[in-house]
T-cell receptor, first 115, second 111 residues
Framework: DAGITQSPRHKVTETGTPVTLRCHQT?????MYWYRQDPGHGLRLIHY???????DKGEVSDGYSVSRSKTEDFLLTLESATSSQTSVYFC??????????????FGEGSWLTVV | QKEVEQNSGPLSVPEGAIASLNCTYS??????FFWYRQYSGKSPELIMS????GDKEDGRFTAQLNKASQYVSLLIRDSQPSDSATYLC???????????FGSGTRLSIRP
């Protein structure tokens, strides 16, 4: 298994509160990703990072921000959580850009419920 | 909007039979294709990748790619109850900028 650890694994929070999810990798991979997975929508990319302090938006980035201050850590922050952000969040890593044919590996997931 | 389409299922297959999972994609320039297996409550796990037209076999799994028809399939021979899971098809788009996932097909192997 790829060395990817997500925390917290489960969280219940109230609408309007900030939430930070952490992804930690031990593989020294350059690329890190945050996805959310919802019934009927599959996996959707929120943000990704291609190096320390280098990040870019995915297809569903509104309401989310990210930071990467170290190669091994990628943080996802919900500045003010809404019920629509109730989801399962997966961190993923890859050694190089997906276009090289290299694929990505997923962490165990973080279940977030916003009430 | 580049898309990857899968039948959501559930697809019910008797134990020991061949399970056939299909996926179509809209971006004709896509070059890399993957199948992930996801058990309920778990993260997706890569089981196959395929880049060239034709078949690629790995144990009980065979991935098939037809770029002209824009489909990729996964065959599981001698299906086992442990194969019951959701199977996600994933495609790297022609700009090579991102991987696009289908919504998955739920497979159920009945004894």
């Amino acid at each position: 298994d790829a060395g990817i650890t997500q925390s917290p694994r489960h969280k219940v929070t109230e609408t309007g509160t900030p939430v930070t999810l952490r992804c930690h990798q031990t593989e020294n991979h350059r690329y890190m990703y945050w996805y959310r997975q919802d019934p009927g929508h599959g996996l959707r990319l929120i943000h990704y990072s291609y190096g320390v302090k280098d990040t870019d938006k995915g297809e569903v980035s509104d309401g989310y921000s990210v930071s990467r201050s170290k190669t091994e850590d990628f943080l996802l922050t919900l500045e003010s959580a809404t019920s629509s952000q109730t989801s399962v969040y997966f961190c993923a890593i890859s050694e190089s850009r997906t276009g090289s044919g290299n694929t990505i590996y997923f962490g165990e997931g973080s279940w977030l419920t916003v009430v | 909007q580049k898309e990857v389409e899968q039948n959501s299922g559930p697809l019910s297959v008797p134990e020991g039979a061949i399970a056939s999972l299909n996926c179509t994609y809209s971006d004709r320039g896509s070059q890399s294709f993957f199948w992930y297996r996801q058990y309920s409550g778990k993260s997706p796990e890569l089981i196959m990748s395929i880049y060239s037209n034709g078949d690629k076999e790995d144990g009980r799994f065979t991935a098939q790619l037809n770029k002209a028809s824009q489909y990729v399939s996964l065959l599981i021979r001698d299906s086992q109850p442990s194969d019951s899971a959701t199977y996600l098809c994933a495609v790297i788009d022609s700009s090579a900028s991102k991987i696009i996932f289908g919504s998955g097909t739920r497979l159920s192997i009945r004894p």
